[in-house]
């Protein structure tokens, strides 16, 4: 008898892919296509490679949780000057319980999705580098890992598009979805605007305090921003900090961005029970490749990163995620 698995089946290249491995490796695939309420060819795009597969779709009405879960601290974060990160918060919160709320439901031991990152005995590991996929999944839970496989860990995207056509997908050419799935426009500050959680205009100051343009709220710029900012003078301007208390954005010339210590609260520990001593990590402090070297330590509640060389403009919002070669030590979000 065929082993049991529930598939994330978004409508995309990869999930359609991801299918099809599962099915040739002897798994009996269910697919499950996650829907928000935005319409669009996803949910179409889904029922053709199901069809395709021959397997069946389910369909799953995501709106409240991925409100309650995503959207509405994704609004508050950037109230408060932070810069979210939804499809890190998404992951554990919204689309996995979702899939695992259907092997529940059908008996299956296992969930899957299209994710470029590999799973070992629980542990999360990188994919392949051109595509590594694991910095937003690194909210996972331990438990969670335990029951996920990701068939696409060992391939790039090139060669999933190759399989895809082999393989008679019909999404084989389908673009890559890059934006965040509830702005598919992309453009989050007008989201923010539309959904009543906009920002005033306010003042654009120096270190000094002094005025140097105005601002068009605080929801408009992250820490580190150089472009977009309309402001001219004696050098280049960097947004160096966000001050809700007072709605100023804080601007410099870039010389005050790097960051010898980096904290975190909120730690999610992976390959480690927990962290109880200090801890020399390689740590991405964001969604790229770029990786650093630091000692990890824990520090009360939360973590505290001393950087070997100075961080560039931490984003409190965002992820760190912290690594020993492959496997991901855990995360914490940045403060």
Known sequence: ??????????????????????ARQGFAVTGLYLDIGLGGTGAADAAAVADRLGIPLKIADIRQELEREVCAPFAAGYLAGHTPLPCAMCNPTVKFPALFRLAEE????????????NVENGVLKKGRPA??????????????????????????????????????????????????????????AAWLEEHGFSTPEGNFVDKEGNVLARHKGIHHYTLGQGRGL??????RYYVSAIRPETNEVVLSDGTDLGRDVVRGVQPNWIAVETLTEPMEVAVRLR?????????????????????????RAPTPGQLAVFYQGDAVVGSAWIV
């Open 287 to 311: 969604h790229s490749r770029t990786e650093q070297e630091a000692v990890l330590s824990p520090e009360g509640d939360g973590i505290r990163l001393d950087m070997k060389t100075p961080a």
């Open 230 to 235: 309309g402001v001219s003078g004696p050098h």
């Open 106 to 117: 059908i008996g299956a031991k296992y969930v899957s999705t299209g994710h470029y990152a």
């Open 131 to 188: 595509n590594d996929q694991s910095y937003m999944l690194a909210r996972l839970t331990r438990k969670q890992l335990q029951s996920v496989i990701f068939p696409l860990g060992n391939y790039e995207k090139r060669e999933v598009r190759g399989l895809a056509r082999e393989f008679g997908v019909p999404v084989a050419d389908k673009p890559d979805s890059m934006e965040i799935c509830f702005i598919p426009s992309g453009d989050y």
């Open 1 to 22: 008898m065929k082993q049991p698995v529930v598939l994330g089946l978004s409508g995309g290249v990869d999930s359609a892919v991801a299918a099809t491995l599962l």
